[in-house]
């Protein structure tokens, strides 16, 4: 039942009547139409909660689906730049999908073998650092007793020596045992290969299952979301390597032994927007000052607070477009819901997300039927 009916014409008299409600005159028109927007939100609310709630139970299957699309999505430009050259397009697609293979398992396994090779050596050293940084805040200016923070800290090294795989899985909310990261990372292996080189059939697979009046227009949606996800991976991609080699640059420089590892730490967090760029930032400051002391530590956050800023202010409008330009407490909000519902996991894929819909809903709007003819 509608609020009001819709206006009519051509009555009797050629004017139009007004329009008429058939709710209680009693009754506030404005408590109406809060009344019915609050129900319907309260269902949409109810679909979206439910939506969320079978993902993160079938996360096993969903995760690594999710992982291959941005992995394809990463991977569309080097495609599209081998079929500029010439290359057909199944070879161009096998060619993309084998390179960004090759890179992606040499990048974290130089990541992975740097840190093992220099475990003992790091353990060592911020059991040393956490000593230091002890003395100091007891006996300098500041004269704060840190007993729990040295504990809390020695502890958390004890952990790590004694099962370092358990405690890094652990950081994790998605796929977080050996099995699950090996098998989900299967999944995701396969469903890259398939996207990358099948795309089209499982497109138009996806939208058969739409009406055929609507499929049009859902198509349009569908190309104008994929759009926005390869731009923002570009963008994004181009941040964080930039900004990851000029930090492993610094971090080399300070000898610290796992430079490269913290480069990769700089990297993959910087896909997070915002508090991404925090938290390599706070991880990288904290193995400089257990390695190296305050000094080292200091210098190092200097270069990081620069190089985040310059990459905020400068790297980023010259980069990014208006269509993924999204207000900075709009993204700091929906990684903090992503990161409450999937943990990183969740704060990875939360700001992508919401950019897809919103360019889907604007395409949905915008679409146009073509000419007859």
């Known amino acids: 039942m509608t609020i009001a009916e819709h206006v009519r014409f051509g009555d009797n008299d050629g004017a139009v009547s007004t329009p008429q409600t058939d709710t209680d005159p009693a009754v506030p028109r404005g408590l109406v139409v809060a009344s019915e927007i609050a129900w319907r939100s309260m269902v949409v609310g109810?679909?979206?909660?439910?939506?969320?709630?079978?993902?993160?139970?079938?996360?096993?299957?969903?995760?690594p689906i999710v992982v291959a699309i941005f992995v394809t999505a990463m991977l569309e430009p080097v495609r599209r730049q081998f079929l500029k050259w010439g290359i057909k397009e199944s070879r161009a697609s096998i060619l993309a999908f084998f390179l960004g293979l090759v890179l992606i398992l040499g990048v974290v396994g130089a990541a992975v073998t740097q840190f093992y090779s220099n475990f003992n050596e790091i353990t060592n050293q911020s059991t040393e650092g956490v000593d230091k940084l002890s003395n100091w805040l007891e006996n300098g200016p500041l004269k704060i007793q840190s007993g729990g923070l040295a504990n809390g800290l020695t502890n958390g090294i004890e952990r790590l020596k004694e099962n370092p795989a358990r405690v890094l899985a652990g950081a994790f909310s998605v796929l977080s045992t050996t099995g699950g990261l090996v098998a989900g990372g299967l999944l995701s292996l396969i469903t890259t290969l398939f996207l990358i080189t099948d795309r089209r059939r499982i497109s138009n697979g996806l939208l058969s299952a739409v009406p055929a009046q609507a499929r049009p227009r859902s198509a349009a949606?569908?190309?104008?979301a994929w759009g926005v996800l390869v731009a923002y991976v570009r963008v994004t991609l181009t941040e964080a390597t930039i900004c990851s080699i000029v930090i492993g640059t610094a971090c080399a420089i300070a000898r610290i032994p796992i430079s490269f590892a913290l480069a990769v730490i700089v990297f993959l967090f910087g896909f997070i927007p915002t508090v991404g760029a925090i938290i390599s930032g706070t991880i990288v400051v904290i193995a400089a000052l257990v390695t190296q002391g305050p000094t080292t530590a200091v210098a190092l956050a200097i270069v990081v607070l620069v190089v985040q800023q310059l990459d905020a202010n400068i790297l980023y409008p010259y980069l990014t477009s208006r269509r993924l330009s999204l207000h900075p407490l709009a993204s700091l909000l929906l990684v903090a819901a992503g990161g409450i519902v999937g943990g990183i996991f969740g704060a990875f894929i939360a700001v992508p997300i919401a950019a897809m819909l919103i360019a889907a809903k604007g395409a949905l709007y915008e679409f146009s039927e073509p000419a007859p003819g």
């Open 46 to 63: 109810a679909a979206l909660a439910l939506l969320i709630w079978g993902a993160a139970y079938l996360s096993f299957v969903v995760a």
């Open 221 to 224: 949606a569908l190309a104008a």
